[in-house]
Nanobody, 116 residues
Framework: QLQVVESGGGLVQPGGSLRLSCAAS????????IGWFRQAPGKEREGVSY????????NYADSVKGRFTISRDNAKNTVYLQMNSLKPEDTAVYYC?????????WGQGTQVTVSS
């Protein structure tokens, strides 16, 4: 089955860190641009970060710039989102999206909760 699977979410205190992973199953991520999105309760899904196929270009939402870092390890078929200095407003379900031409895959999401 072709899919991407997110992991690494959890409960963390404000100021803490988490690293999310997006692993591909059944296909190689080499040719896919990857985006991380999040959706908080009652809000629309929003883009958080994006990385191109080589890893040489990355973009971030203004709300996470300087705190989140996206990276990819094509040898491990995995993309990461390192999240530092987490804030309560970062609480959401985080989704990974792999996109190449007309092919797109969404994961099931991983919950991130930032609370004291």
């Amino acid at each position: 089955q072709l899919q991407v699977v997110e992991s690494g979410g959890g409960l963390v205190q404000p100021g803490g860190s988490l690293r999310l992973s997006c692993a591909a199953s059944g296909f190689t991520l080499d040719y896919y641009a990857i985006g991380w999105f999040r959706q908080a309760p009652g809000k629309e899904r929003e883009g958080v970060s994006y990385i191109n196929t080589s890893g040489g270009s990355a973009n971030y939402a203004d709300s996470v710039k300087g705190r989140f870092t996206i990276s990819r390890d094509n040898a491990k078929n995995t993309v990461y989102l390192q999240m530092n200095s987490l804030k309560p407003e970062d609480t959401a379900v985080y989704y990974c999206n792999a996109n190449f031409l007309w092919q797109t895959y969404w994961g099931q999401g991983t919950q991130v909760t930032v609370s004291s």
